[in-house]
């Protein structure tokens, strides 16, 4: 059964070895199911740079694809210690260590966990975006309506102004 279209000739050795050490860890990334956005947030660099990496890797291993040029890697042992598996994405890192939150047997009421959503901004105790369809929702709604609301009082208070100078 081949992996992929284009088979390359020749010793793995030599062109894995034309491979940059930020290229093999890019496709380890790969090899681990992550996309380009979550390779460039541990990388410490642009989804492009990723991307770009991912693109020469794939010339020089005359690879047709990301998955097929990690796999690649992996066959010939680059990978050996890599558990290639799809991370759970919505599930805790620690789940052992997850503290309770500190009202959680007072039955909180449905309205206030309705509005109880994070931020939406990245903060130390949640750096990754983490929120669902409806936080995503409701923020934007919150931002407008709190935007009118100051816009209604400025309005109100220069009115008011010029009542008392005129």
Partial sequence: MMLYSNPVHGDPDNYISLLSVAQIETLRHVYEHKNSKQIARLMHVSPHTVDER?????KKLNASN?????H??????????????????Y???????A??????GTGRSSLRRLFDIGLPFPTA???ANRHGLMERIIWPILIAFATIL?????????????RVMT
């Fill in 54 to 58: 991912v693109r020469r890797a794939l």
């Fill in 150 to 162: 100051a816009f209604s009082a400025l309005y109100s208070i220069l009115v008011g102004l010029g």
């Fill in 99 to 104: 503290p309770a939150a500190p009202d959680a």
């Fill in 91 to 97: 599930q805790l890192i620690d789940l052992a260590d």
């Fill in 125 to 127: 105790s949640q750096p």
């Fill in 72 to 89: 690649i890697l992996a066959v010939n042992g680059v990978f050996d210690h890599v558990t290639p598996y799809q991370p759970l994405t």
């Fill in 66 to 70: 990301r998955i097929e040029a990690a």
